[in-house]
C-alpha cells in the first residue's frame, strides 16, 4: 500500500469501500486514540455518530478517497478517538499525511472565510470546475490562500545563526524566517528579514527546499546563506535572543518534521564533514 497522497478536486465513483475522514472542529482533527494517532476509515461518517456541516474531496491516500470535514454541531467524541492539533500530530505523522492534514486544515478555513464576497458581500458558491468561490454577482473569485514565507540557515565559520522568538518557550531556538512583502523577490526577502532582526548582512543566498506550514496558510522556503558583515543585535520584538551554535552546543531546536530542522542539520552536520569553512 503506498503512502503517496494524489491531489483531487472531483470525487471518485463510490465503490462501497472506507474513505480518510479529516473531520476538523475547534482547530482540531478528529484522530483514532493510538500511537501514533490514525484518521478515521470509514464507509460512512455517521458510522461515527457524527453529522457534518462540509465535506471536500481532498485527493487518494493510501489507495482511498481522503475527505476534509466540519461539524455541523457539536457532539460526543466517539469511543476509541480523541481532537488532537495538527502541530502536535505532525511530531508523530510522516510527513505526506502532516501535508494532508495542513491541506485539509488550510481548505476548510478558507471557505470559512469566504462565506461572502470581499466586495459587495453576496454569499459566494462554489466553482464547479476548480478548487475556487466565486461571486455570482460581481464575478469575484477567490481561490485558498497560501503566505509565501521565507526560512534560512545563516552560516559563519561552521555554526548556524540561531534565535528565539518571544512565543518560544524558554530555551528553545531556531532559524529566523518572514514573510514576504509584495514587490520582493524571496532572495530580497532573506537578506531584509536577517538584517531587521538580528542586524547582520548575508552573500550566497541559496535555495534549499520547501514545506506547506498551515499555521495558519505558509508555505515556508528554505534558504542557506553565509554571513558577510556586523555582529548580531536582536531588534527585541521579532527576536529576543540570538547566537551562534555548533553541532556540540546545539540548543533546543525544531523537531524532524520540519524544514527548520533540516535546516539546521544541513549546516551544522556539513560543517563538521567539510571543516570550518563550511559547504560548498
Known sequence: ???????GFNPPPDDGGPA???????????????????????RQVWELGLTLETARYLGQWQGRPAYAATLGHPAATPE???WHGLYGLAMGWPEGLTALGGRAKQILAWERRNRFCGVCA????????????????CGLVAYPRVSPAVIMAVQREGKVLLGRSPRFA?????VLAGFVEPGETLEQTVAREIKEEVGIAVTDIRYFASQPWPFPDSLMVGFTC????????VDGEEIVEAGWYGLE????????????R???DHVVVGAQHLGSTGWR
Open 80 to 82: 476509541g478517538y480523541a
Open 170 to 174: 524558554p530555551g528553545r531556538m531556531s
Open 20 to 42: 480518510w475522514w479529516l473531520i476538523y472542529h475547534e482547530d482540531k482533527f478528529l484522530v483514532q486514540d493510538e500511537d501514533p494517532p490514525r484518521l478515521p476509515l470509514a
Open 226 to 233: 553565509q554571513w558577510v558583515a556586523g555582529e548580531i543585535e
Open 122 to 137: 453576496s454569499p459566494m458558491i462554489d466553482d464547479p470546475k476548480e478548487r475556487a468561490r466565486r461571486c455570482p454577482r
Open 262 to 264: 533540516r535546516l539546521i
Open 1 to 7: 500500500m503506498s503512502d503517496e497522497f494524489i491531489a
Open 249 to 260: 552546543d546545539l540548543p533546543r531546536i525544531p523537531p524532524r518534521s520540519t524544514i527548520a
